[in-house]
């Protein structure tokens, strides 16, 4: 998918072009580069590929359990690719079932629309179903999403950016008494919904923002952000000011730097930093 797209230039319009300049991903700081002790990155256990097996592949994957109080590792685990599909998901399921079952990691319908199983893929915050592992590095890596609390391996808590997510209201205000069928829209105004409703909260742009990074705690993020457009957008809802008014705070909407993450990892193709809450101030 990505690995196949032409290299543009850094600024880019959706998550289906790649920038040119990789200096970042090619000269990486120093793994555990001014981590606390406790949370440094240790050498884990190599599993090695079955007896027999022709066609291999090296997948490193982040292991946590904080019930362990031991410190995060990183375990190298050689899949079966005659034995295993095509997806990185695939490698991850085959990992638990035939080698490690503590391997842990969200999952749920494997089409790409659920948003379960994100994770950083190579550096790329992806959903491991949608990701081809011919895609991934030579020797794949595989971390939960960034800036978030761990529950254990490649399964972030992610009860903080729900919580930004439904203080957003993401659901239809209305003043009027309800028609008798649906409430009508134009073809025209239907279409200001699109590349907005698709979402589908993976947390993959709000992850990779380094303004949430930095102000987790009261800028919204770009997946809440990108919700509350969506309902300002929509015709059909009536309470516009007091959205309006429920943002206008220097943290929770102000802070977006359009550093433009977001846009370069939403695997549905959507575009949060291309239009903002800010836009209808």
Same mark, same amino acid.
């Given at each position: 998918?990505?690995?196949?797209?032409?290299?543009?230039?850094?600024?880019?319009?959706?998550?289906?072009?790649?920038?040119?300049?990789?200096?970042?991903?090619?000269?990486?700081?120093?793994?555990?580069?001014?981590?606390?002790?406790?949370?440094?990155?240790?050498?884990?256990?190599?599993?090695? *590929?079955?007896?027999?097996?022709?066609?291999?592949?090296?997948?490193?994957?982040?292991?946590?359990?904080?019930?362990? $109080?031991?410190?995060?590792?990183?375990?190298?685990?050689?899949?079966?690719?005659?034995?295993?599909?095509?997806?990185?998901?695939?490698?991850?399921?085959?990992?638990?079932?035939?080698?490690?079952?503590?391997?842990?990691?969200?999952?749920?319908?494997?089409? $790409?629309?659920? $948003?379960?199983?994100?994770?950083?893929?190579?550096?790329?915050?992806?959903?491991?179903?949608?990701?081809?592992?011919?895609?991934?590095?030579?020797?794949?890596?595989?971390?939960?999403?960034?800036?978030?609390?761990?529950?254990?391996?490649?399964?972030?808590?992610?009860?903080?950016?729900? *919580?930004?997510? *439904?203080?957003?209201?993401?659901?239809?205000?209305?003043?009027?008494?309800?028609?008798?069928?649906?409430?009508?829209?134009?073809?025209?105004?239907?279409?200001?919904? +699109?590349?907005?409703?698709?979402?589908?909260?993976?947390?993959?742009?709000?992850?990779?923002?380094?303004?949430?990074?930095?102000?987790? +705690?009261?800028?919204?993020?770009?997946?809440?952000?990108?919700? *509350?457009?969506?309902?300002?957008?929509?015709?059909?809802?009536?309470?516009?000011?007091?959205?309006?008014?429920?943002?206008?705070?220097?943290?929770?909407?102000?802070?977006?730097?359009?550093?433009?993450?977001?846009?370069?990892?939403?695997?549905? $193709?959507?575009?949060?930093?291309?239009?903002?809450?800010?836009?209808?101030?």
């Amino acid at each position: 998918m990505m690995g196949k797209e032409k290299r543009l230039p850094l600024i880019i319009d959706s998550s289906d072009q790649l920038p040119s300049a990789t200096i970042l991903k090619r000269f990486p700081l120093p793994r555990n580069f001014g981590v606390a002790p406790d949370s440094r990155i240790e050498e884990g256990q190599v599993w090695k *590929a079955p007896a027999g097996a022709s066609r291999t592949k090296a997948f490193t994957i982040y292991r946590y359990d904080p019930d362990s $109080g031991d410190n995060p590792t990183l375990d190298i685990f050689e899949v079966d690719l005659d034995d295993c599909g095509p997806m990185v998901l695939d490698a991850l399921i085959w990992i638990k079932n035939k080698v490690d079952p503590t391997l842990t990691f969200r999952r749920s319908c494997r089409e $790409g629309v659920c $948003g379960s199983c994100a994770m950083n893929i190579d550096g790329t915050n992806w959903l491991a179903c949608t990701r081809e592992i011919a895609e991934t590095d030579e020797a794949g890596r595989i971390y939960p999403l960034s800036n978030m609390r761990i529950v254990k391996d490649l399964v972030p808590d992610l009860t903080h950016v729900f *919580a930004q997510y *439904a203080a957003m209201e993401p659901w239809l205000h209305s003043k009027t008494p309800a028609p008798e069928n649906e409430r009508l829209q134009s073809p025209e105004e239907r279409s200001e919904l +699109d590349g907005y409703y698709e979402c589908i909260l993976c947390f993959c742009c709000t992850s990779g923002c380094p303004s949430h990074w930095w102000n987790g +705690d009261r800028f919204l993020g770009p997946a809440a952000l990108l919700q *509350a457009y969506r309902w300002l957008a929509d015709t059909r809802d009536e309470a516009t000011g007091q959205r309006l008014d429920d943002l206008e705070d220097p943290f929770r909407l102000y802070r977006c730097h359009t550093i433009l993450n977001c846009t370069r990892t939403c695997p549905k $193709g959507g575009t949060p930093a291309r239009r903002s809450p800010r836009s209808r101030k």
